[in-house]
C-alpha cells in the first residue's frame, strides 16, 4: 500500500506529523487505528472526528498503547490477533 501523496511530503523519517484536525479527513483512509492510553482522547466527541467516513462505517481499529510499545515477534503477533480480531467484528 503506497502512503498517499499529500502524507508523503508530510511526514518525517519516522512516519509522524502533526495534523490540524480540520484537515485529518484529507489523510485518512477506510479504517482507522486508534492507538489510545487507557481512555479514548477527547478528540473523539468532536465532529470532526464522527464525520470522518471510516467513523461513520464503524471501521476503527482500537489498541491501548502498552499493547503496541513493543515490535518484538511476541508483541506483533499479540498486535496481529487483536487487529484481526477487531477486523472479523466490523460489518
Do not use: C
Not at 489523510?27 to 464525520?51: Q, R, V
Not at 496481529?80 to 480480531?85: A, F, G, P, T, Y
Request: hydrophobic share 30%.
Amino acid at each position: 500500500m503506497k502512503m498517499p501523496k499529500e502524507l508523503e511530503h508530510n511526514v518525517n523519517k519516522n512516519y509522524s506529523t502533526i495534523l490540524n484536525e480540520e484537515k485529518l479527513s484529507d489523510y485518512t483512509g477506510d479504517y482507522i487505528i486508534l492507538t489510545t492510553m487507557g481512555e479514548e482522547s477527547e478528540f473523539t466527541e468532536t465532529n470532526n472526528w464522527k464525520n470522518l467516513n471510516a467513523v461513520k462505517k464503524g471501521h476503527i481499529i482500537k489498541l491501548d498503547a502498552t499493547d503496541t510499545a513493543y515490535n518484538d515477534p511476541i508483541s506483533l503477533e499479540k498486535q496481529r490477533k487483536i487487529i484481526l480480531r477487531q477486523l472479523k467484528n466490523m460489518n
